[in-house]
């Protein structure tokens, strides 16, 4: 069935760099996208979302890009700080249908 | 309050037992979900309810049911799991589908 996954499994990076998490979904009809950070024994929580409507969406050190052509998803995140140590989730939804990608497991080194 | 409550947060179940996890919000939401989680996976659609009203079941076997008693609460009724359903059980809840989703911290279930 279609599904949504990710390119990188893992990424390191240094504290205060810039980091890049990538997202790509298979089902064109999917009108709205949420990044999600799942800490160790927590559950996801919401970063950022994003409609189809939409290119691009800026938060509060966070910036989720959408290219509907070739269906890719990004979340950015400025200043990459030991805090931001997770696994991330992109989510698409079509229908009230929301479903997960296989996630990346963010490492912040000091 | 801005939150979705799971209990228990822990919990370990033999195969021929029966139990529940709960699932409660006061946001007024009226979507409410449960997903199963393994280990280093993303979580995966259960059941989902609009209006207390089962909209969604993903094909979940029969051992797994779900209840909607009011428009806060939310039920996962187990009976004679096995080993492999051992996960981390996420209700979440939405103003409506699918906007504002939030997610209970989960329970951990252990199948023994």
């Known amino acids: 069935g279609e599904s949504v996954g990710l390119h990188l499994p893992t990424l390191s990076v240094q504290e205060g760099d810039n980091s890049i998490i990538n997202c790509a979904y298979s089902?064109?009809?999917?009108?709205?996208f949420i990044w999600y950070k799942q800490e160790s024994g927590k559950g996801p929580q919401f970063i950022i979302d994003?409609?189809?409507?939409?290119d691009k969406r800026q938060g509060q050190r966070v910036t989720v890009l959408l290219n509907k052509t070739v269906k890719h998803l990004s979340l950015q995140i400025a200043a990459t700080q030991p805090g931001d140590s997770a696994v991330y989730f992109c989510?698409?939804?079509?229908?009230?249908?929301?479903?997960f990608g296989a996630g990346t497991r963010l490492t912040v080194k000091p | 309050d801005t939150e979705v409550t799971q209990t228990p947060k822990h919990l370990v179940m033999g195969m021929t037992n029966k139990k529940s996890l709960k699932c409660e919000q006061h946001?007024?939401?009226?979507?409410m979900y449960w997903y199963k989680q393994k280990a280093k996976k993303p979580p995966e659609l259960m059941f989902v309810y609009s209006y207390e009203k089962l909209s969604i079941n993903e094909s979940v076997p029969s051992r797994f049911s779900p209840e909607c008693p009011n428009s806060s609460l939310l039920n996962l009724h187990l009976h004679a799991l096995q080993p492999e359903d051992s996960a981390l059980y996420l209700c979440?809840?939405?103003?409506?589908?699918?906007?504002?989703?939030?997610f209970g911290s989960g329970t951990r279930l252990t199948v023994v």
């Open positions: 979440a809840s939405s103003q409506e589908t699918p906007y504002g989703y939030t």
């Open positions: 994003i409609r189809s409507n939409m």
């Open positions: 089902n064109s009809a999917s009108d709205y």
């Open positions: 989510a698409e939804n079509f229908l009230g249908d929301m479903r």
């Open positions: 946001m007024g939401h009226r979507a």
